[in-house]
């Protein structure tokens, strides 16, 4: 792990979030080399999606420094939002569009367009891509927003609460696409309230870190 | 220039789907105009004479009506905060997302517009003039509207808040526009309004997807 260090890494420091008059969490820290997962924990409303959301630099930390690299993400978004997938608690799929319309144009948005059929395949939505996604239930609706994670390479994932509405099936698949995710070099954190196994993980409560309940 | 090509394709894609909504907004112009001669009286010489002042109200009112759901269908389902996170510049999207408007409000109305020109006896000379005019004016309406559908995005009564915001910011382009259709029907230049309203245009496409993707980003905060 030693010569990992020196790597290309993600990492946080002292981490302070604030929504609305409300302190989140603080004194939260990371640090993720290539291949690291990282699994958030902790109660309702502790703050894992807030973290998520910092992560992705959709929102800027109240104290602390989120860094790539050793570059702060806040110093250049244009370059982190390239090399990151954020799938929160919405699915973004257009009930108007099929499933490989919907797929395509995340695709699309980041600039590839190859990787469509065989990421609707992974998810075993390969029958389903012509469908209008209306007609899709709330599980594959899920499954095709987790396809975009491998219709287009990302080196981090962030995923928030990416087992709720699937199946065993679908976590396995989810499961096996984060271990070639991390096998490739690529970084996930994810927000979970399942105990999903994921080997060699880092586990981060939010619950040692709240500041609410001390009041 | 993919991501502005991909998103522009959804959108329109998306228009084409739900029909509807296109048909609502080009009905509901159709419609209001007509009130007109019911309003006022069959007059010909007094329904010329406000035909230039009721076609713009009325496409004002109608390219509003569109206007709610710009960004707020994404923003229900998340799309618009996946689009945020997206490589392609929020700026860039924002004028996508306006060019996608245009073509499914603005554009059905101008072609129609001579149309419904005919029903108020419009003079025959300010036809060019008007098709001109609405074809220069109506994407200003997109673009100043986005930024107003921007700063409402997740209020509620979000509708009614838009249209006071917005209306009286479309005041300049109703001016120049009724201004350079009237002008050619009674024979004289509309030339320098339709000037007018080209630098409106080119003022609001450099200004409007900076202020729209900055409110974004703040209703995304």
Known sequence: MAGRESQKSFTGEGLACRRGERRVFKGVAFALTPGDALLLGGPNGSGKTSLLRLMAGLAQPEEGVIAWNGETIADDLAAHRARLHYIGHQDAVKPALTAAENLAFWAGMRGTDGGVTDALCRFRLDARADWPARYLSAGERKRLGLARLMASPAALWLLDEPTSSLDAEATEILLTAIAGHRRAGGCVALATHAALPVPGAQALSLADHATWRQR | ?221
């Open chain 2, 1 to 221: 220039m993919s991501g502005f090509a991909a998103l522009l394709t959804r959108d329109l894609r998306l228009a084409f789907r739900h029909g509807g909504d296109v048909a609502n907004v080009v009905a509901f112009f159709a419609l209001a105009v007509i009130l007109f001669p019911f309003g006022v009286g069959p007059d010909p010489d007094l329904l010329a004479r406000i035909a230039a002042g009721v076609l713009w109200v009325t496409a004002l009112l109608a390219a509003l009506l569109s206007l709610e759901r710009l960004f707020d269908a994404d923003f229900q389902d998340g799309s618009l905060e996946a689009l945020s996170l997206m490589p392609v510049p929020l700026e860039i999207q924002v004028l996508a997302k306006c060019v996608a408007h245009w073509l499914t409000t603005g554009l059905p109305l101008t072609i129609i517009a001579p149309l419904l020109a005919l029903v108020l006896h419009f003079d025959a000379a300010g036809y060019p003039a008007l098709v001109a005019a609405l074809l220069l004016g109506t994407p200003v309406l997109s673009l100043i509207g986005a930024i107003g559908a921007a700063l409402t995005l997740g209020a509620r009564r979000a509708g009614v808040l838009l249209s006071l915001l917005v209306l009286p910011l479309y005041i300049p382009v109703l001016i120049f526009g009724v201004a350079a259709s009237e002008a050619a029907a009674l024979g004289l230049e509309s030339r320098p309004h339709l000037l007018l309203l080209a630098a409106l245009l080119a003022g609001s496409l450099a200004l409007a997807p900076w202020a729209a993707a900055a409110a974004l980003r703040q209703a995304l905060e």
